[in-house]
T-cell receptor
């Protein structure tokens, strides 16, 4: 079975502070991990994928297969980063399994 | 190019009725997925279609069904509505499942309220 856990429903940080959104997964096969983001009044959209190993909007995420984690990090949070963040797991069965999401608020 | 379009955007039904939701994918996209989004459960997978074939179905009762047409447009139907079916129903499309980028493009959703 595929399962994604995001332990924090809410995360509040100040502008300029580091931020880490946690994601743990359970999957017996070779996982593909994603972070999706939903800004206020916008559609859910892809932020980054583990396979691309790129930094998007200053965010990075490293897949740790030993700890089955895919935490999202940014060294200096900005107010425009305030959004709902979803970690998602893709397998070979044509579906994404999403975590329940973490609402990030970046305070001025 | 135009994004994923879902209609209707909002609808109100009563228990026992049925509802049909429509999704037009991005032009050229052949894979269409449906998700139910609720505050308590988050995003839950309903089904995925490719070339008119359902390739996977989530853990929902048989009252939830879907189909895909030859032009890749998709519909989902919920019969005998229950209060718990109130949710935002999201459609997402991609060229092929996971394709080159693994990216799903989401619509704005159809918000269903069951009274």
């Amino acid at each position: 079975a595929q399962r994604v856990t995001q332990p924090e429903k809410l995360l509040s940080v100040f502008k300029g502070a580091p931020v880490e959104l946690k994601c743990n997964y359970s999957y017996s096969g070779s996982p593909e991990l994603f972070w999706y983001v939903q800004y206020s009044r916008q559609r859910l959209q892809l932020l980054l994928r583990h396979i691309s190993r790129e930094s998007i909007k200053g965010f990075t995420a490293d897949l740790n297969k030993g700890e089955t984690s895919f935490h999202l990090k940014k060294p200096f949070a900005q107010e425009e980063d305030s959004a709902m963040y979803y970690c998602a797991l893709g397998g070979s069965n044509y579906k994404l399994t999403f975590g329940k999401g973490t609402l990030l608020t970046v305070n001025p | 190019k135009a994004g994923v379009t879902q209609t209707p955007r909002y609808l109100i039904k009563t228990r026992g009725q049925q509802v049909t939701l429509s999704c037009s994918p991005i032009s050229g996209h052949r894979s269409v997925s449906w998700y139910q989004q609720t505050p308590g459960q988050g995003l839950q997978f309903l089904f995925e279609y490719f070339s008119e074939t359902q390739r996977n179905k989530g853990n929902f009762p048989g009252r939830f069904s879907g189909r895909q047409f030859s032009n890749s447009r998709s519909e989902m139907n919920v019969s005998t509505l229950e209060l718990g079916d109130s949710a935002l129903y999201l459609c997402a499309s991609s060229l092929e499942w996971r394709g080159d980028t693994g990216e799903l493009f989401f619509g704005e959703g159809s918000r269903l309220t069951v009274l």
